[in-house]
């Protein structure tokens, strides 16, 4: 009943545009201009009036008698090699229609160039323009290699997804009956753990407005909890880590959700490891350290080596904030399912599993790569033992770690796990570009992910949160979109109710390409 | 038993890697190419963004040409910049590094290995493939809440990396007075798990032997050394090199074998002949009792059938090796290789009695740690560290300008601290591998599958049919 009640209070945001407040943007595509064939006819402006005819070339550039110029347009982006009516129309073979190289060098093979630049469009409007791949990315697995029964038989129409009625996309975080309230949360997802120090402040607070927006969660991270998110403390996690940087009753006391972080998908097994550039007087403050000396957080809890003291830890947090649900994050070693049902038995409500390629602030590349497997396998495990063992509807799974589009959420629900935790597609909707960098001198070059007062300005948190909002207003309308496809009337009758086993390629709707049969 | 502690120093001290900011007389490509159109009408936003100062302001007060070598790709520039002017891509000549194993990427690894001693740490999540072949095809699994991680890259616990070499005995026979009575065969005790091939290409050997034999020394491991390139400022670093002598050589350089701690027998380019073997061992193990005796197979073929006769014939040590081309071409190679002949020894009850050694496609610091989760006790490196010393990963094909590596008689210096560098940051993230997951020693992963997360596996019992898997 209350569920239903706050269900109905609650009104989705508004998407409003928030364009990047960069003055030139990466294309797939760009046309070049040598300036010493061009007599400036004019006949490519009237060819391609949207992007040519209103390309930004300085007349000053201009003026110059020879040399290459980029014609580049802030607003409308060219058509590329299909289109080339410009090449042609030229009479003096002046243009050439290119690939950009810089759409080349930007993202990896999981989150490709397509990604970022389509995560970037539904921050800027809520919606993908198609002309990007905003799905699925090209690393040859998982994810990748899996789709919904029904993207095979017709092409996804953009058009289609925004008319998809509405449909329920909630999630309930504590399922256990055990006197603790049913937080409700509209869409299947909260954002991830990123602290202060990692990330700027005012990245936080973006976040922390897009989350009460959304009337979700965020989280603290380790990096203790800044007074500048008391605000929304009604949607943020206080995270207690092994450095219990900043943790204290207070602050545990004040969240609705108290997150037990055991691992990190990206470096389980390896303790936190802030770089002293990072630990500026202010992140020194909140975390009770000395500036500029690097900070490692121990793995693991040196206080839990078993079971029993992972029941005693769970009932710490339980006995400082009788309200609070307790979440229990760890990472995916290839007993994840025994470490999910001792969680289970410790009294958790929430079992957060971080896959291996999620994301850090600094990381060993060794570990990166090589330490524990991926969120794909570790959350049909999970599921399946809680299955078997007759509790999986007592615990309610997020799964993280290379989570990237509404579509990967709604693949991972279908796997087993009932939501998703968000970080790294928050952090590309502020415009994040996945170069790598966070972690060295002053951090972040576009301001995300740094400590430095003068970088952290680019990002104004009201412009940030709205990004954010409009990513997941977009990813809302594809939950709605799929669930129609499928025809179910809630996301929660996605998750499979028995065990996860595909037979020639498929279940649960969902195909793997390398074994459809 | 004569540990690599112990040869050092009469007194117990942890072993430290001391590692050396070492610059090579050149560097790689950088990776980015920064080019500024004619656009630009020098409103330097460029400058005002860079973090990292590729772009200055010259001393005409205009935009400078920008400084490639810093650049990180993070395209701070190319936004910011409101005539659209620059334009950052992948530089070519970086692109055409190495080749599809021996990655731009892994080469720019080394490189930095080498030259800093430093482990490459980044930020954000992992960008690459799922899943790969050979080596990439595993992951590590790790502790989690109940089983204890070690704390040994900060140096809070200790952490083993060494390994034995040398045959153990199968069990140990007492008197009835309790006395042993089994001779026990002496081991070799090395601190880390890495020796150091000999060198393949042919260019500047006496150097860049030298420059092993020292970094070997200050490691306090082994370098392998070819009877034939044997020269006489080697022999100083004798007691830190292993002696190779090719087919019917043996009876060539008996003074050499005399003084060799490790002596190897290389079988590469011959079927499995037991007499052979049994013939030259004897004869090594006549003119030096105490010497271990290796044999070295190459590649795939009959490699678990060779390995086993020569245990039983008594060879100390078995060094695996296949050519770092054939792993480019079949990177699957280095798994049936050793997990092959390992798992035929362990069935025969055998595996005790040798260690194997390793070598081939080994290019990044995790494939330490992999060939031996796959069984192998150590590996031996060569194009890694002929990497960190210049070479273009060319397979034997000439350069124009004849092999880049070259190690000149002022380098050998230079050259072997950039080689210390390179393994003490390969065994610092041995060290990160071994601390997640809990284990305080290298020798206990030796075959350890169960440490290992195998993608074919995996991938049949979750999406795969039931029925197939089993």
Known sequence: MKMIQSRLAFKVPEVKPAVSKEPFRIGKFEVLLDRSKCTACGLCAQVCPTYIGSAIVEYEAFKKPSGILRVTNARAMCEGLVCRKCVESCPTKALTVRINPQYLILGDKRWTADLILSTWEQAESGKPSGRYEYRVGDSGGGFDKIRFDFELEEEVSINEIFEAEDRDTSIVLNRRRDGRPEISIPIPVYSADMSFGSISLRVMVARAIAAKAWNTFTSTGEGGYPNELIPFKDHVITQVATGHFGVNAETVKRARIVCLKYAQGAKPGLGGHLLADKVTPKVAEIREVVPYISLFSPFPFHNVYSVEDHYRHVQLIKDINPKALVSVKVSTPIDVDMVAIGSYYAGANILQVDGGFGGTGAAPDIAKKNIAMPIEYAIPMVHNYLVREGVRDEMVIMASGGIRTAFDVAKIIALGADGAVIGTSELVALGCKRCGNCERGRGCPSGIATTDPALSLLIDPEWGAQRIINMYCSWKKQWNYILSKLGLSSIRELRPKNEVKFRKGRFNHLVHLDHLR | ?470
């Open chain 2, 1 to 470: 038993m004569n540990t690599g502690v112990n040869r050092l120093n009469s007194t117990f001290m942890r072993y430290h890697i001391e590692t050396r900011e070492a610059q090579w007389r050149f560097k790689l490509p950088p990776k980015f190419r920064v080019k500024i159109y004619n656009n630009c009408v020098n409103v330097q936003e460029c400058v005002q963004a860079c973090v990292y100062n590729v772009h200055r302001v010259g001393e005409d007060g205009r935009v400078a040409e920008p400084v490639e070598e810093l650049c990180r790709g993070c395209h701070r520039c190319t936004l910011s910049c409101p005539k659209g002017a620059i334009c950052v891509e992948l530089n070519p000549a970086f692109e055409r590094l190495g080749d599809s194993y021996f990655t731009p990427e892994r080469i720019e690894n080394i490189f930095f290995e080498a030259e800093t001693g430093r482990v490459p740490v980044s930020g954000a999540g992992y960008g690459g493939a799922f899943s790969g072949r050979g080596f990439d095809s595993f992951w590590f699994d790790f502790s989690e809440i109940v089983r204890p991680t070690r704390d040994g890259i900060h140096g809070r616990e200790y952490i083993s990396t060494s390994v034995d070499l040398g045959r153990k005995p199968h069990n140990l026979f007492f008197d009835d007075s309790g006395n042993l009575v089994s001779k026990v065969p002496e081991n070799i005790e090395i601190p880390i798990p890495i020796i150091l091939d000999a060198p393949l290409s042919s260019s500047s050997k006496s150097n860049l032997n030298l420059a092993l034999a020292k970094s070997a020394s200050i490691l306090n491991t082994f370098a392998i050394v070819s009877a034939d390139d044997y020269s006489d400022d080697l022999s100083d670093y004798g007691s830190n090199l292993i002696l190779r002598i090719g087919p019917n050589e043996a009876r060539k350089v008996a003074g050499l074998i005399k003084t060799s701690p490790i002596v190897e027998l290389d079988y590469a380019d011959n079927a499995l002949d037991e007499n052979r073997i049994t013939d030259d061992l004897r004869f090594v193990r006549k003119v030096n009792p105490a010497a271990l005796v290796s044999a070295r197979f190459l590649g795939e073929d009959s490699v678990t059938e060779k390995s086993e006769a020569s245990v039983k014939v008594g060879v100390d040590m078995i060094h695996l090796h296949v050519e770092d081309e054939t792993v480019v071409h079949d990177p699957d190679v280095v798994k049936r290789i050793i997990r092959g002949t390992h798992t035929r020894l362990v069935e025969r009850g055998i595996r005790d009695q040798v260690s194997i050694v390793f070598s081939g496609g080994i290019a990044e610091a995790a494939h330490v740690p992999k060939s031996i989760i796959l069984g192998a006790d150590a590996v031996a490196i060569g194009l890694a560290y002929e990497i960190a010393l210049g070479c273009k990963v060319c397979h034997g094909s000439k350069h124009e300008a004849g092999c880049p590596l070259k190690v000149e008689e002022g380098d050998v210096e230079l050259a072997s601290q950039r080689i210390v560098n390179l393994v003490g940051s390969w065994r610092d993230q041995l060290l990160e591998v071994l601390g997640g997951m809990g284990l305080r020693e290298v020798r206990r992963l030796r075959g350890e599958l169960g440490r290992a997360i195998f993608f074919e596996e995996l991938e049949m019992k979750i999406f795969g049919d039931e029925d197939d898997s089993e």
